[in-house]
């Protein structure tokens, strides 16, 4: 089993900057690659990045790409999305996510509960 509590949401202004971070408790953190994904009110759940074991390959969903960033602290354990240049249509709740490289962007086996991230205009 693997332990995942994200932190880090709020309320920022459109334009500005948020970083969320994900903590990773339970089997080796750096067993798994790791996920970020998003749900809005009324959508379904969405892929927004995913890292590698190792933290040495990413990739990020079209629309956040050139603005979020994802990158973990296998020593500490931890998750990063940091989001920049935040737009109204990025306000969701937050999930981490543990898996398979080749899963972790589909289905991951380990979720997050989630953190709100609300962007004003």
């Known amino acids: 089993q693997v332990q995942l509590i994200e932190s880090g949401g709020g309320l920022v202004q459109a334009g500005g900057s948020l970083r969320i971070s994900c903590a990773a408790s339970?089997?080796?953190?750096?067993?798994?690659?790791m996920g970020w994904f998003r749900q809005a009110p009324g959508k379904e759940r969405e892929f927004v990045a995913a890292i590698s074991r190792g933290g040495g390959s990413t990739v990020a969903a079209d629309s956040v790409k050139g603005r979020f960033t994802i990158s973990r602290d296998n020593a500490k354990n931890l998750l990063n999305l940091q989001m920049n240049s935040l737009q109204r249509e990025d306000t969701a709740v937050y999930y981490c996510?543990?898996?398979?490289?080749?899963?972790?962007?589909?289905?991951?086996?380990?979720w997050g509960q989630g953190t709100q991230v609300t962007v004003s205009s």
């Open positions: 996510a543990a898996g398979r490289w080749g899963q972790v962007r589909t289905s991951p086996d380990y």
């Open positions: 339970g089997r080796t953190f750096s067993n798994y690659a």
